[in-house]
C-alpha cells in the first residue's frame, strides 16, 4: 500500500535577552519567582521536522558538538510532549529533527527552548493538528521556562518562572550586538549561586519593570540603556569573573550600555542604531575578549514556519511505499 508522507516542515525561531530579570526567593518547587521583560532577537535557529522511517536528530552549526543528540534534547522531549498531549504513542512518532543552531548553546540566550517551541509550530503543521498557541504554549511550559516566551516573540512581560507572558506593544526597533563567550554556564549553576550570594550578605535586587516597559514605549534607546537590569548578573560574573572585562569593552567600544543575557556568559549590548552597532561590533571583535560578536535587531516574531502548508509548496510530497 502507498502511504502519502508529508512533506518537512522547517521553522525559524529567535534567541532572546532579559531587558529586565528580577530574580524574586526560591519557590517551594526549587524554581525562583521572577519579573522580566523578555525581548526576542533576529539571532535564529532553524529548525526542520520530517516523518521518517527512522526517528533522529541531527545538529549542525553554532556549538553543534555541545548539544546532545538523544532523547535529553530539549527538541527531541518537545516532540515527545506534544505526542502525549494529542494521544498519540511518542513510540511511534517517527520524526526526523534537523537543528541548525545559530544561537549560542548554554549562553543565557534559551536556544534549547527555541528548538524545543520550533518543533511544537513544526510538529503541528507537519501532523495538521487543530491546536491553538494558547494550547501550544501549555505544552510548552511543561518543557521549560523559557520555551512558552520562544513561541509568543516579540517583547513580552514574563512571570511566575517565566511562563506566564504578557504581550508588551514596541513600535520601535533596538540595536543590539552579542559577545558570544568561549564557553556556556549552566542555568542551574548561576541561580544556586545567587542564592549563595543572597545568603552571604544582601546584594542589590531590581525593582518594578514599570520603568523599562515606559522606556519601551518611548522607543528612546538612551532611556532603555540606564534601566537594562539582570539579577543572576552578579551571579554569572562571580562564575566567570573575565565577564567584567566584556562588559567593559562593549562600553568603551561605544555600546549605550552592557548586560548580561539571562543566566549568561552572553553580553548583551544596546546601541544608539544600526551603524552605531556595526561600529560597536567591529571594536570588539579586535579587543579580545570574547570568542565571537552578533549583531542583532529586536523585537522579532517567535517561532514562525518558514516551509509548510500554509506556505507554497517547495518540496512535493514523497510517496513510500
Ligand atoms: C535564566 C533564564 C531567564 O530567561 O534564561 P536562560 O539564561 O537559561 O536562557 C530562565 O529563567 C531559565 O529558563 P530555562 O532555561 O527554561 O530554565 P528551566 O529549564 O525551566 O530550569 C532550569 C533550572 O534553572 C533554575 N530556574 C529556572 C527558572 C526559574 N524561574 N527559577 C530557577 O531557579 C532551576 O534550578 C531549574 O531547575
Ligand atoms: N536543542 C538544544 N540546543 C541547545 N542546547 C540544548 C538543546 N537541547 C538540550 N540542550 C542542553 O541544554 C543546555 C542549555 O542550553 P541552552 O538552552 O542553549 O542555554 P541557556 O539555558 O543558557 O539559554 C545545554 O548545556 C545543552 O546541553
Same mark, same amino acid.
Given at each position: 500500500m502507498l502511504a502519502v508522507v508529508p512533506p518537512p516542515v522547517t521553522v525559524r525561531v529567535p534567541a532572546k535577552v532579559n531587558l529586565h530579570l528580577a530574580v524574586r526567593d526560591v519557590r517551594a518547587d526549587g524554581y525562583h519567582e521572577l519579573a522580566t521583560v523578555f525581548q526576542a532577537l533576529s539571532l535564529t535557529d532553524e529548525v526542520t521536522v520530517a516523518s521518517a522511517e527512522e526517528s533522529g536528530i541531527e545538529v549542525t552549526g553554532?556549538?553543534?558538538?555541545?548539544?546532545?543528540?538523544?532523547?535529553?534534547?530539549l527538541a527531541w522531549r518537545a516532540v515527545t510532549a506534544l505526542a502525549s498531549h494529542v494521544g498519540r504513542d511518542p513510540d511511534d512518532a517517527k520524526i526526523r529533527v534537523i537543528i541548525k543552531k545559530n544561537i549560542p548553546v548554554a549562553g543565557g540566550m534559551a536556544g534549547g527552548s527555541a528548538d524545543a517551541a520550533a518543533v511544537l509550530v513544526g510538529l503541528a503543521a507537519l501532523w495538521r493538528l487543530e491546536i491553538g498557541r494558547d494550547e501550544l504554549a501549555e505544552v510548552a511550559a511543561t518543557l521549560g521556562s523559557d520555551v512558552p516566551f520562544a513561541l509568543h516573540g516579540g517583547t513580552a512581560l514574563g512571570t511566575g518562572r517565566g511562563e506566564e507572558l504578557v504581550p508588551v506593544l514596541t513600535r520601535h526597533t533596538f540595536h543590539w550586538v552579542l559577545a558570544f563567550d568561549r564557553q556556556g554556564l549552566s542555568t542551574p549553576a548561576v541561580f544556586a549561586e545567587l542564592d549563595r550570594l543572597r545568603a552571604e550578605g544582601d546584594p542589590p535586587r531590581l525593582g518594578s519593570t514599570e520603568p523599562v516597559l515606559e522606556a519601551l514605549a518611548s522607543g528612546d534607546p538612551n532611556q532603555l540603556a540606564l534601566l537594562l537590569g539582570n539579577d543572576l548578573q552578579a551571579a554569572a560574573v562571580s562564575l566567570r569573573p573575565g565577564l567584567r572585562r566584556t562588559l567593559r569593552a562593549g562600553v568603551n567600544a561605544g555600546a549605550l550600555a552592557g548586560i548580561v543575557s539571562g543566566s549568561g556568559p552572553t553580553c548583551a549590548f544596546l546601541c544608539s542604531d544600526a551603524d552605531s552597532a556595526v561600529r560597536v561590533a567591529a571594536e570588539l571583535s579586535g579587543a579580545?575578549?570574547? @570568542?565571537t560578536v552578533r549583531v542583532a535587531q529586536g523585537p522579532v516574531p517567535g517561532a514562525k514556519l518558514?516551509?509548510?502548508?500554509?506556505?507554497? @509548496?517547495?518540496t512535493p510530497p514523497q510517496v513510500h511505499a
Open positions: 553554532e556549538g553543534a558538538d555541545s548539544v546532545p543528540t538523544d532523547q535529553s534534547n579580545g575578549v570574547c @570568542r518558514v516551509t509548510g502548508d500554509d506556505l507554497p @509548496r517547495s
